[in-house]
């Protein structure tokens, strides 16, 4: 396996150290030693003596992409109900395809296509939703895992205000919470995350117990926050001691006292900005699921200004794009819709979405999204159409964000190791 | 040629006769005789005796799409210069690429890419603008013809306030224009369109002469009109007599007088809007293009209460869709995003736009984008995915619209011939 993961690769490299500026070499070269980069640079580096060397002169290559919030269940449910809203559609579409994955048949049939579909898109690290069911998240897992790709996956927990067929009784859902935490928590790839679905779906109770796992076992924590103004108001009327949304997570030790995943984040108050940034929470911004669902768009130039962390999220089903160079551009894009009517908001440069769906999201896996010696030798290698060979990289990857397809993502890599290969 | 395009074809029939409805037949008959439309039944029709059967059984069949606004040249720049607005876009990299396409050779390199594109998109007709360049412009007619798409195609004119290279002298192009239109206006699919690029880059006497050609031919006329503030100041300064930039092309004879297609149209009042429904004038949407060039978001359902026709544009290189269900989701997406700031503006149902992008832009090349009898035979055959088997037909709609890749479109036809197969 060392052998396998150790090599040199030949093209043209190019990645984001920060959120303004490229690095890139034209038909340069990228040293991966046992998974990780030992070198990227314009001539073959000193690093790359004994290694074999892969020759991709002329195509791209890029960091695998990070995507820090999805939905693994609605796959199935991709585009449908998108004339409703955030709670109309949980009830209608979300929580009746969820109930389908209790069958570990069905989770066998579906998962695959999922994870296959992220291989071919270029997502090499994600952060995903399973259903409250605990042996076919376990399911998902082992998929993930046998395909090679990086992953955070939690088990939902939802003990109240939910469809009958999806409310775990409280002290059952955080044993098998626990018990899955047991089985994956050394994974070298595939990891758990603890995962209350929103504050409208569990008790005190169950946040409270799920603040104690995390602490106990020092986990990553993911849910939801201020997507929707009616998802706002249940939250106050449920909790009305807590001052805002956070403030109830805040209450159980689920913002940031471990590394922590807040997904949307759209309707904040620069109170609420600043403690996201102080406790290091990740906002992760869905841009396609803000449009669908009508949820608003997220300041993304005021929460970068605060020093909030932001990461990008397909989040299908409420998004559709798996295919993340889309949801690089529709990032672009609601920055720009959104700076039609707020002066404060610069549209994002194309530098700064790609950081976001690269290193930006990356962190959170440790070193991943980058081509920094020590990082994870995690990218994949795209075609460049011959009318684009004599343009500048940045230009190269421009085209590539905007115009191309899962099909023209040749190669994948994970730790080295590929996950998608040329046909 | 008659018998290879008269035949049955069976599967997931759908399709939108009018805004709000959809007519569907599951695992129904669609009936194709010499290239046009004979019948659509949920049983076997008394039109398909003596035809051969194709079964395409559990595969989705749906008009092709109809893409009213593409520049072809800018097929090579997308992408690129998205930090940009429209006119800095322009001269930076729009007028550089373009004047490539004054070499035939680098025309028949570049052409066929798109052709191909266009047909494994499934857009069966498309509105184009060339370049100025009355060689290649006929290039693109040939190579579009040859491989069986409809298209109206544009020889641009622009004779003032250009980049030099692609400034003309306003009687030669003229010529040109009369002589390109001599050549294509009988071809059975494509057909010349006259194109004036803007106002801001054609002088009063060019749109004299080019309304002369409309009237002389019974040509239609495409252009733009009111996408940024920026231009629309320009046209205001150079011709200062008129009230409205429209009123401009009104004057020369080249707004409605026969049918014609205006991009855009974001910055109208209800004045310019009444103009453009009372000489049914289709305000062609680019949703994608909205976005990127940050223009402004067409009030696309104040047009539609006014009574305007409207269709849909991927505007490449300003947009960067080809794949019209790409753009279908961005039409609602923008629409949803100017309801948040404007409470007129109701977000647009998934009926509607697929109807923009099928019967409502279709009907300007005639009776194309429906499945009534005497329709052409413009149609594609969709793969389903095995899960969505047991959907209604308006959710795997839904779901192919908003998750799916060129590579899902398994068949494309016009006029009832394969322009696309499954491999």
Known sequence: MEKENSFVIQGNIIYAPDRENFTCFKDGYLVVKQGKIAAAAQELPAEAEGLPLR????????????????????????????????????????????????????????????????????????????????????????????KGLRAYVGKVNMDT???????????????????????WKDHPLVRPIITPRFVPSVT?????????????????????????????ELVKKLFPEDKYYLSVYDRFGLLGKTPTLMAHCIHLNEEEMGMLAEREVYAVHCPASNLNLNSGLMPLQKMLAAGVKVALGSDIGGGHNLYMPQEIVRAIEVSKARSMSDPGEKPLRLSQAF?????????????????????????????????????????????????????????????????????
Chains 1, 2 share one sequence.
């Open 55 to 146: 020759d991709c002169r002329g195509a791209l290559i890029v960091p695998g992409f990070a995507d820090l919030h999805l939905h693994a269940p609605q796959y199935i449910q991709i585009g449908m109900g998108m004339d409703s809203q955030l709670l109309d559609w949980l009830a209608d579409y979300t929580f009746k395809e969820e109930k389908k994955f209790a069958d570990p048949d069905f989770a066998r049939e579906i998962y695959p296509l999922l994870a296959d579909e992220l291989a071919d898109c270029g997502t090499t690290s994600s952060a995903i939703f399973a259903t409250i069911h605990q042996e076919t998240t376990e399911i998902l897992c082992e998929i993930l895992a046998e």
């Open 161 to 183: 205000n939910s469809d009958p067929g999806l409310t775990e009784e409280t002290e059952r859902s955080l044993k098998d919470t626990e018990e899955f935490i047991l089985k």
């Open 204 to 232: 005190a109770e169950m946040m409270e117990g799920l603040g104690q796992l995390a602490a106990k076992y020092q986990l990553p924590v993911q849910s939801h926050l201020s997507e929707n103004h009616g998802e706002i």
């Open 355 to 423: 950081y976001l769906a690269t290193k930006g999201g990356g962190s959170f896996f440790g070193k991943t999204g980058s081509f920094e010696a020590g990082f994870a030798a995690d990218f994949l290698v795209a075609r460049v159409p011959s009318y684009q060979a004599g343009r500048s990289l940045p230009e190269q990857l421009a085209n590539f964000i905007y115009h191309s397809y899962p099909q023209d993502i040749l190669e994948v890599y994970v730790e080295g190791r590929p996950v998608k290969q040329a046909k």
